[in-house]
């Protein structure tokens, strides 16, 4: 009898209309389009209109995904969404976007793991098929890191955009599947990448609005160390948990942070550039979605198809780090 594995069946993207250029920022802060694009490899990314937010984001990728599987909504029996953004801290964001797809009752809840919280739901959902508890997931993905930015603060305006995909997994026979994967979390790390206001640490209040404190903080520098090292780490975790090498690798599809730390960590796995999916060019960082925009753009480019083998691999607050081995197709 074979065993039961969770395949990919249906995988959807979106990015909202509204390009912010390098052109675009240098009249908003005092940057250049030189220094943005020889320091993170970015020209521009995308902005959700106004009206947008992480549901509606989300429930475009994932209508996408849904009617790339061929599935109707009534066969999914769970619904995981990974978001920082979510539209408000509670109720969750995978409720709201099932509500916009119209989907029967079913569990739907929120994952939040840094921009390693796709990895993290995509391994969820492949345990809870692999269980037998479910039979079909959809594991949506989706961040409007503009609404926590801080237009002033040009050491991260310059690195985010907005953006949702998402992927139908299902029970299966087949070979295929996502194989193994690696996760993990050091909390130690959390003041390096954060929120500091609105939780229950710090309620929100004047002062804190004053202070900015509702916008991101990150040390950048520290972070990039931090994910030179967790990216390669995280790849050779998921490939002993899927029993194979680099070398059985087609493709790597890794968060889109920073290109230079796309390259660093190629550079540290041995595995040459030519085999990593890369688009931060055009999007920057979108958090959680910038793995399945990949993947996406990977797929409608022919560079992934049935038993491509492909790991996607992602750091984040936290601080979190993961990658998965997928062989693609259902
Ligand atoms: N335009 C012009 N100058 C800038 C800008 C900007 N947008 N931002 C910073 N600078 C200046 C700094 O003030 C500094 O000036 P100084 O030397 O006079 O002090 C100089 O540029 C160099 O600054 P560094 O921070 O050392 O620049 P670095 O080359 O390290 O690049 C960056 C900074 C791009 C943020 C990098 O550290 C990075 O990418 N870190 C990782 C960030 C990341 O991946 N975060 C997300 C992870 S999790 C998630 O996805 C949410």
Same mark, same amino acid.
């Given at each position: 009898?074979?065993?039961?594995?969770?395949?990919?069946?249906?995988?959807?993207?979106?990015?909202? +209309?509204?390009?912010?250029?390098?052109?675009?920022?240098?009249?908003?802060?005092?940057?250049?389009?030189?220094?943005?694009?020889?320091?993170?490899?970015?020209? +521009?990314?995308? %902005?959700?209109? @106004?009206? +947008?937010? #992480?549901?509606?984001?989300?429930? =475009?990728?994932?209508?996408?995904?849904?009617?790339?599987?061929?599935?109707? @909504?009534?066969?999914?029996?769970?619904? %995981?969404?990974?978001?920082?953004?979510?539209?408000? @801290?509670?109720?969750?964001?995978?409720?709201?976007?099932?509500?916009?797809?119209?989907? @029967?009752?079913?569990?739907?809840?929120?994952?939040?793991?840094?921009?390693?919280?796709?990895?993290?739901?995509?391994?969820?959902?492949?345990?809870?098929?692999?269980?037998?508890?479910?039979?079909?997931?959809?594991?949506?993905?989706?961040?409007?890191?503009?609404?926590?930015?801080?237009?002033?603060?040009?050491?991260?305006?310059?690195?985010?955009?907005?953006?949702?995909?998402?992927?139908?997994?299902?029970?299966?026979?087949?070979?295929?599947?996502?194989?193994?994967?690696?996760?993990?979390?050091?909390?130690?790390?959390?003041?390096?990448?954060?929120?500091? =206001?609105?939780?229950?640490?710090?309620?929100?209040?004047?002062?804190?609005?004053?202070?900015?404190?509702?916008?991101?903080?990150?040390?950048?520098?520290?972070?990039?160390?931090?994910?030179?090292? #967790?990216?390669? +780490?995280?790849?050779?975790?998921?490939?002993?948990?899927?029993?194979?090498?680099?070398?059985?690798?087609?493709?790597?599809?890794?968060?889109?942070?920073?290109?230079?730390? %796309?390259?660093?960590?190629?550079?540290?796995?041995?595995?040459?550039?030519?085999?990593?999916?890369?688009?931060?060019?055009?999007?920057?960082?979108?958090?959680?979605?910038?793995?399945?925009?990949?993947?996406?753009?990977?797929?409608?480019?022919?560079? %992934?198809?049935?038993?491509?083998?492909?790991?996607?691999?992602?750091?984040?607050?936290?601080?979190?780090?993961?990658?998965?081995?997928?062989?693609?197709?259902?």
């Amino acid at each position: 009898m074979s065993a039961r594995a969770a395949v990919v069946a249906g995988l959807g993207a979106y990015a909202p +209309e509204r390009i912010l250029t390098n052109a675009d920022l240098e009249q908003m802060l005092d940057t250049s389009d030189d220094w943005i694009v020889s320091r993170t490899g970015i020209r +521009e990314r995308r %902005i959700a209109a @106004p009206g +947008e937010t #992480a549901s509606s984001l989300g429930a =475009a990728a994932s209508r996408a995904a849904l009617a790339d599987s061929g599935v109707d @909504p009534t066969a999914i029996d769970m619904v %995981i969404c990974a978001t920082n953004t979510g539209d408000t @801290p509670f109720p969750c964001t995978a409720g709201r976007v099932w509500l916009r797809l119209n989907g @029967p009752p079913r569990p739907a809840f929120d994952v939040q793991a840094g921009c390693t919280g796709w990895v993290y739901a995509l391994e969820l959902g492949r345990a809870l098929i692999v269980a037998g508890a479910v039979e079909r997931v959809l594991v949506v993905a989706t961040d409007v890191l503009s609404s926590i930015v801080d237009w002033e603060d040009r050491s991260t305006a310059v690195l985010f955009g907005d953006g949702a995909g998402a992927v139908v997994l299902e029970a299966s026979a087949s070979t295929r599947g996502v194989l193994g994967s690696s996760l993990n979390c050091d909390g130690a790390g959390g003041p390096l990448l954060m929120l500091p =206001a609105g939780g229950s640490a710090m309620p929100a209040n004047q002062e804190t609005v004053v202070r900015r404190q509702h916008y991101m903080k990150m040390a950048g520098n520290d972070v990039f160390r931090f994910a030179v090292k #967790a990216l390669p +780490e995280s790849i050779a975790g998921a490939l002993q948990a899927a029993h194979l090498t680099l070398e059985d690798l087609d493709l790597v599809v890794p968060h889109q942070a920073n290109a230079r730390i %796309i390259e660093a960590a190629a550079r540290r796995l041995g595995v040459d550039l030519s085999r990593f999916v890369v688009n931060i060019e055009r999007y920057g960082n979108t958090s959680v979605a910038s793995i399945p925009l990949a993947l996406a753009e990977a797929r409608a480019a022919g560079r %992934i198809g049935p038993d491509t083998v492909l790991a996607v691999a992602a750091f984040g607050a936290g601080l979190t780090w993961g990658a998965t081995v997928i062989r693609w197709g259902r």
